[in-house]
């Protein structure tokens, strides 16, 4: 869950004014969460606060209190004037907003089936477009097959398998790519610039260089790159890791750290537990809460 609020903080300042490059200052004074990482820690407070229980009434009080609590993170008016309404029902979006959020979901469950079920209860309250409820399966079903050690292959497969073609260029990417706050437009290139990365440093700074929707963008491929790069169950992508020099590795934690001084406390304490409840997966010296 992390990896999504890192590539939100990163991504934001290039939302608006893309870069279309890989060489750019990871953090700086303007770098800031987004309701990308608003709407992600609400769900997450409600997994701590309820556990499984799927009670889509409390759900859309999370999501409305959160959204009221930092309406300036970059909600979209129409979503700001639902929150500000009596309505709870859901209002058939495909927006990129289900598959930002969903992070949590696969380190709450416990198999595939439950992923699946979490990632249907948590989406369908807003977007309950079918594009939107796929492409929320889709990331929360891969995060959770990385969690537990699935290669990039495995990914690919079960993807184009099941989902999404992904038959992209970066260099095409980088030049055509445009604005774009769909599921079925910007989630597919999120899986694409994952499959591509060579480290963790690198899938940020490459899901940047497209350009689009940066801090959504951003958001969806770190939380794939996070529990792939991170996580000692992925033999593959942590060996990538360990392989890095120590600069490398420090530049990895000192990024961490710099994205987590951007949020108040009261989110931190909110990752923090969450941390501490359900990631028994990623490597703990790279994430540090406390300094």
């Given at each position: 869950?992390?990896?999504?609020?890192?590539?939100?903080?990163?991504?934001?300042?290039?939302?608006?004014?893309?870069?279309?490059?890989?060489?750019?200052?990871?953090?700086?004074?303007?770098?800031?969460?987004?309701?990308?990482?608003?709407?992600?820690?609400?769900?997450?407070?409600?997994?701590?606060?309820?556990?499984?229980?799927?009670?889509?009434?409390?759900?859309?009080k999370?999501?409305?209190?959160?959204?009221?609590?930092?309406?300036?993170?970059?909600?979209?008016?129409?979503?700001?004037?639902r929150?500000?309404?009596?309505?709870?029902?859901?209002?058939?979006s495909?927006?990129?907003g289900?598959?930002?959020?969903?992070?949590?979901?696969?380190?709450?469950?416990?198999s595939?089936?439950?992923?699946?079920?979490l990632?249907?209860?948590?989406?369908s309250?807003t977007?309950?477009?079918?594009?939107?409820?796929?492409?929320?399966?889709a990331?929360?079903?891969?995060?959770?097959?990385?969690?537990?050690?699935?290669?990039?292959?495995?990914?690919?497969?079960?993807?184009?398998?099941?989902?999404y073609?992904?038959?992209?260029?970066?260099?095409?990417?980088?030049k055509?790519?445009?604005?774009?706050?769909?599921?079925q437009?910007?989630?597919?290139e999120?899986?694409?610039?994952?499959?591509?990365?060579d480290?963790?440093?690198?899938?940020?700074?490459?899901?940047?260089?497209?350009?689009?929707?940066?801090?959504?963008?951003?958001?969806?491929?770190m939380?794939?790159?996070?529990?792939?790069?991170?996580?000692?169950?992925?033999?593959?992508?942590?060996?990538?890791?360990?392989?890095?020099?120590?600069?490398?590795?420090?530049?990895?934690?000192?990024?961490?750290?710099?994205?987590?001084?951007?949020?108040?406390?009261?989110?931190?304490?909110?990752?923090?537990?969450?941390?501490?409840?359900?990631?028994?997966?990623?490597?703990?010296?790279?994430?540090k809460?406390?300094?």
């Amino acid at each position: 869950m992390i990896g999504a609020l890192v590539g939100d903080v990163i991504g934001s300042r290039f939302e608006f004014n893309n870069i279309k490059s890989k060489e750019f200052e990871l953090i700086t004074d303007e770098s800031r969460f987004t309701d990308d990482s608003v709407l992600t820690l609400a769900i997450a407070k409600y997994f701590l606060d309820n556990g499984k229980k799927l009670d889509s009434l409390k759900l859309i009080k999370y999501i409305k209190n959160f959204a009221k609590t930092y309406a300036n993170a970059g909600f979209g008016p129409s979503f700001l004037r639902r929150v500000n309404s009596e309505n709870v029902l859901p209002y058939n979006s495909y927006g990129n907003g289900a598959p930002m959020r969903v992070s949590s979901v696969s380190y709450v469950a416990n198999s595939l089936e439950e992923v699946k079920k979490l990632s249907y209860f948590v989406t369908s309250i807003t977007h309950n477009h079918p594009e939107a409820i796929k492409g929320a399966e889709a990331l929360s079903s891969s995060i959770y097959m990385l969690l537990n050690g699935a290669t990039k292959s495995d990914i690919k497969e079960f993807i184009t398998k099941n989902y999404y073609a992904l038959n992209y260029s970066y260099d095409d990417l980088v030049k055509n790519y445009k604005f774009d706050v769909s599921t079925q437009n910007s989630l597919p290139e999120a899986f694409y610039i994952f499959l591509i990365s060579d480290n963790l440093i690198d899938a940020i700074r490459t899901s940047v260089s497209i350009g689009g929707d940066t801090d959504t963008i951003g958001d969806m491929v770190m939380s794939l790159a996070f529990p792939y790069y991170l996580n000692p169950k992925s033999k593959e992508g942590y060996k990538v890791t360990l392989s890095l020099s120590e600069d490398k590795k420090e530049e990895i934690k000192n990024v961490i750290k710099g994205v987590l001084n951007k949020f108040p406390k009261e989110l931190i304490e909110i990752c923090r537990l969450f941390e501490e409840r359900y990631d028994k997966y990623l490597d703990k010296n790279y994430i540090k809460f406390n300094d």
